[in-house]
């Protein structure tokens, strides 16, 4: 329904002109007793009464929305939406419709449109950077004949488009993180695993499947059989989420595009990966899943350490700890936290650094890696890994 208040802010420049017309008419009528401008007055007023009933004629247009594809990759194929457009019960005069992508918006006149009658129209929508887009609901602009009112609708839902980030094919995982699969022990002790430790006193609730028998025979006790705990095939991803870490906004979106290709190789290679930045997080052996939440990384206030903290907590006994970060973030805070995390885990640190040159080195315990564009990455993660 349209308000009281509302009629003024409906007007179109043409409309406000209209009823300044109208008023100055109906003025100088008065004060020189002047039928023309009566009659002026009159037309002026009646069709900016016109105008506005217009707009409050009951049945509004319906639109619906459908994107293809929903999920993109930066500097890839561009979307296209599919629109479907029905007009109300009144027609509609080459109606103006915009499509909000994000924070841009699509633009386009539709034909003529009889009351009730359908249009189809594919959109395509323009090159998106990295990020997660809510394209929709369709606005439109009713206007009268005249062009005298206007106002705005919406019509139909929303939909979410993702945009992931540019990654590149990285070589196999080798040497001892492929190892772990196969059992590499660590520290933790298990009553169940493939790397016998040691024997210890039967304690009640033992699992008496781990007793062994001849030992026992021998000390006059039930022993059972200890065992180390294996690493499980476990790739940990983090990504600093501080800007402040990164001499350049794009080194942000390499470290992002750096990150992604890291996990994306891990799952094709079978590892549980698990992948951060700042809140955002996923994990499991799906690619979709990772290249999904890259689409959602942003930057944000200075709580990388945190984070850190709670990916040892929760992926204690992972492999592989692998931080990207930019060229500002000091060295002995990522090697503290690379601390936080099981001992015979490899650790490497990747700097996202389009300003300076290649480089692999190893400092203390960290292996250190700077990638100056994504292209140098195969190369150089590949020698990291040996």
Known sequence: MLRASAPLRLLTPLGRGVLGLGVVATVLAAWLNWQEFTQLGVVAFVLLVLGLLWQVWPGEPVADLVVRPSRLVEGGTRATVALDFRAG???MLFPKVTLPTGRQGVSLRLPFLAPYAHHREAVPLPALPRGVYVVGPVTYERTDPVGLVSRRFEAGG??????????????VFAGGLTHDLD????????MSDLAFHALREYVPGDDLRHVHWRSSAKAGELLVRQYHESHRGHVTVLVDADRTSYARSRDFELAVSVATSIAIRAVRDDFDTYLRCG????????????????????????????HVADAATE?????????????ARDLAQLDAAAERFDRGAARIVVRADSGSDAYLRDSHALREISVPSLVRLQELFARGMR
């Open 89 to 91: 019960a009144m027609p």
């Open 158 to 171: 929303t939909v979410e488009v993702l945009v992931a980030p540019t990654v590149t094919d990285l070589s």
């Open 183 to 190: 059992g590499a022990t660590s520290q933790q002790l298990s």
């Open 279 to 306: 809140s955002h997080v996923a994990r499991g052996r799906h690619a979709a899943a990772m290249t999904d939440v890259a689409c959602r990384f942003e930057g944000e206030d200075d709580h990388y350490l945190e």
């Open 315 to 327: 992926v204690p006994t992972t492999g592989l700890v692998v931080q990207v970060t930019g060229a």
